[in-house]
């Protein structure tokens, strides 16, 4: 597992870390039962505060993709692990909307409708 976190990016670093445990997530890359790297190790690391790699475990739990246990660490849950599926079927409609010459916009927006709706 490799996070990288740009600090020039207007994304807030505790997002970066997050969306790249999500993107290990969704592909597959972290499964069910697997622990995350400490977030002391995770701050070190990347060299930002611990706080703000607390901050993005605390999201991904708030999302239901990990537990988080005093003394046991962060661990992907079976819902977070079930992603993995997902994450085929979303890189399928990518590539389905970029064939079709639809744009990343208007797919977001399609998107979003749909889960509106549902």
Do not use: C
Not at 61 to 90: C, F, H, S
Not at 91 to 105: H, I, K, M, Y
């Amino acid at each position: 597992m490799l996070i990288r976190v740009d600090p020039q990016s207007s994304v807030p670093l505790f997002a970066q870390i997050a969306d790249a445990l999500r993107a290990d997530i969704t592909a597959g890359r972290l499964s069910d039962g697997e622990r995350l790297p400490a977030a002391r190790e995770v701050a070190d690391a990347l060299r930002v505060n611990l706080h703000t790699v607390l901050h993005a475990y605390q999201d991904l739990r708030d999302e239901g993709l990990v537990d988080l246990r005093r003394g046991r660490g962060a661990v992907v849950t079976p819902a977070g692990a079930a992603l993995a599926g997902l994450g085929a079927e979303i890189t399928a409609l990518v590539d389905r909307a970029r064939s079709l010459g639809v744009s990343p916009d208007t797919l977001s927006a399609l998107v979003k409708e749909a889960a509106r709706d549902h």
